[in-house]
Structures are given as structure tokens and as C-alpha cells.
């Protein structure tokens, strides 16, 4: 028989080799856990972190919008646009972001609501539209196929690299933008104008756009929309041509660029331009009160010389250019219509004379029209400039399309007629003297 003390040492002894044995194999289980490269590791012991759903997931992970494909997987409340843009001079147009849509809202002339346009990212459920939105029409972006019957847009997708958007425009021999030129004379493009220069509703639909452009002119626009909606084509309201300050009408690339999905690039063309456009001001701003000189504009038209009033978009330019516009101190911004003998009276000692003649006519062409404008201060000091440079085969001018956006070059040009020190050595591109280019 063994003592039982000595049964007692035997037991403690027992119970040492097993808790260590288990203390052993804690440790070695433990080891195998943290060896990924162990076979014998269990693998749901350590799952992947990607077979598992992030609780923080708020869907696709853009570093940048979408300019050429559809996103996948969205749901709503997704964040499609990382890449937005916004307005600080244009006065017409709205744009929010509503994370898998924007809301485009433009405000033509006359109207006292603005339109709405949804532009949902291709590939994202459409949205639960409610209030103002719900009849709204929804365009999915980026827009591959666009149709435009304004010109003043055009530029927009040549400084975006777009051109292969277009599918439409209005007239091609109205067109000067070189790239879109040469893609309609390539046949790349639909014109859609009739012969009233407005958009056929066939024509239109035949060319199955993703959207129309057209400009906001007349209540009776948002019913020839209306009808082009009805047809399956959303129109996107244009009123760039509403806006009376030059780098309100150049921000209108943004727009553009909010169909394509292309803020970034758009936001980026347009603060240069703008940044030439403030360097111009400041630097014309030192020239002397005495030094600015008079400027009239525009010439009689069956017997009626219609000049924009001092509130106006061409006011407003001859004085960021250094000039005094010899209407200034009227109020608006419609056309002010005046007969010859006003003019004469008013501003008949004008020491510039701007759009009027042609670069292609003479001083007698400007007589023919009235001999009396002889009479006028520039017409006897040959300092009278046409805005005709440019023209296109069908009569289509730069000063109407390019200069919308390219403020920087419009400026630059009456710069360089109403202060020719400050800029001496400039290519002008809208701007002429009569004669110029006989």
C-alpha cells in the first residue's frame, strides 16, 4: 500500500504533465491560426476581408466621373460624381448633385420657373422623382449622342475633346468651329435645321439623340420642347446668349461639360479662360478716364439703329476693354431702337465705331447705306471696325459661337482696338477694320 502522502505527490505530479501538455497544445493551436501558410490552418477560423461585406460600403469607389462607360452595381444613395462643377458667374443655369443624378436647371429669358433636367449616370436605378422633378426628363450621362441647334455650344466639345459626341447640329455652313466643320464634311453629322433654321421634329428623332440643345428664345419654347419630349428626345434648355457679363456666357462650358460627365475638364478650360479674362481687366483698369475713348455700336437697319442699352452684354465688355460705351448711362439690357438723328446727336462725335460695315466692304458701303453716316466722327477718322472676320461659307460668324467661350480672345480683340498699348502685338480674330480683307 503507498502512503498517502506519497499518493498525494503522485497525483500532483500527474496533474503537472497534463496541464502542461495543455498549455502546449493552446500555444501550438494558436501558432497554426496565425500561419495562413499553414495547410492545417482552419479558414474560418481567419476569413478573407474581402469575401466579407464592408458594413462602411457606400457602393462603386470613383476616384473620377465616368466619361466613357455605365457604373456597375449602383443602388441608390450612391456617390457617382466625384468630380462635380458649379457657378459663379452664369446667372441662368443651376446645377446640384443628388449622388447617382444631377439636377440641370436653366432659366430662359422670360420665364419665371426654371426647367429641370435630370442627368442620371447611366448604369444607377432611376431615381424616385418627387415635387418640381417628378415630370422632369431624365437624360442618362455621359450623353453619347447629342444634337445641337445652337452654334454657341460647339466650341464646348472641341475644348473637351468631344466631337465624337455630336451626332447632330443645325446648319453646317453656319458652323466655324474647324473640328465640327470638318466632321460634318466628313458626314459624321446630322443637320437637323428646316428651312426656317429651326430643328425638324423627324430629322430629330431620326438621328436618336440622347438629347437636343436648343436655345431658350420665347415662352413657345418650352412647348416646341414638349413636343420633342413626346417624341422619346429630352431637350436641354440653352440661355447662354442671356447672360450680360463675358465670363457668365463663357461658364456655360460647364454645362457641356455636366452632359458628358466632364466637370473636371470643363471646370479647368474655363478658369483659364477666366484667369486671362481678370489679368486683361486689371491691367486695363490702370489706363486714365482720359484715355478711354467713346465707342458706338452697330450701324441702321431699315432705318432703325438698334444699340444695346447700358445694362448689356456689349456694354459691359467696351468698358472691361477700356472704353465708354456712348449709350452707357441707359438702363437694361434689350436694344435701344433709335433713329439716325439721335445717334447723330448723341454720340455722332464717338471716337470708335464697332460693328458696323464688313471686313470684306469699303467706307462706300457704309455710305450707300446711309450718306449721312459720314457725318459720324470714326466714319471721317477711319477708325470703324466690322465683326465680320471669319465668316462662314453660309454666313455663320465667330463672334457668335467662338467668342461665347473663348472671353479670353473676344476681350483680347477690343482690347486691342480700344487700347492697342496694352496689347500690341494681337492676332485679332472676330474683329476688323472695314476693308481689311478685300
Known sequence: MVPCSSRAALLLAVLGVVLLLSACTDADEADTADDPDDPAADPDDDPDPDDDPDPDDDGPDLDANLTDECVEDAEPGDDLFPEQASFEHATTVDLSYEGTYKVLEVTPPGAEDATPLVLLQCGAPEPELEGELADAPIVEVPVERAVTATTTNLPHFDLLDAVDALAGIGRADFVTTDAVREAAEAGDLVEVAGPDDEPELETVVDAEPDVLVVDGFGPEILDDAERFRDAGVPVALNADFAEQDLLGRAE???????????????????????????????????????????????????????????????????????????????????????????????????????????????????????????????????????????????????????????????LADLVSILQPEVLPDHERRFYGPVGADR
Request: zero cysteines; proline letters at 3%; charged letters at 30%.
Open 252 to 410: 456655360w462650358i460647364k454645362v457641356t461639360g455636366a452632359l458628358l460627365n466632364a466637370e473636371a475638364a470643363a471646370t479647368e478650360a474655363f478658369d483659364d479662360i477666366a484667369a486671362e479674362v481678370e489679368s486683361l481687366r486689371a491691367e486695363v483698369a490702370e489706363v486714365a478716364e482720359d484715355d478711354r475713348p467713346t465707342v458706338l455700336l452697330n450701324e441702321p437697319f431699315e432705318g432703325t439703329w438698334f444699340a444695346p442699352a447700358g445694362d448689356s452684354y456689349q456694354a459691359q465688355a467696351i468698358a472691361d476693354a477700356g472704353g465708354d460705351y456712348a449709350f452707357a448711362d441707359t438702363d437694361g439690357t434689350e436694344s435701344l431702337e433709335l433713329d439716325l438723328e439721335t445717334v447723330l446727336d448723341e454720340a455722332g462725335d464717338a471716337d470708335v465705331w464697332l460693328q458696323a460695315g464688313s471686313v470684306q466692304g469699303t467706307y462706300d458701303d457704309l455710305v450707300g447705306v446711309d450718306e449721312r453716316l459720314a457725318e459720324l466722327q470714326a466714319f471721317q477718322d477711319e477708325d470703324v471696325w466690322a465683326f465680320d472676320r471669319g465668316m462662314s461659307p453660309g454666313g455663320g460668324l465667330p463672334v457668335f459661337e467662338e467668342a461665347y467661350t473663348r472671353a479670353d480672345l473676344y
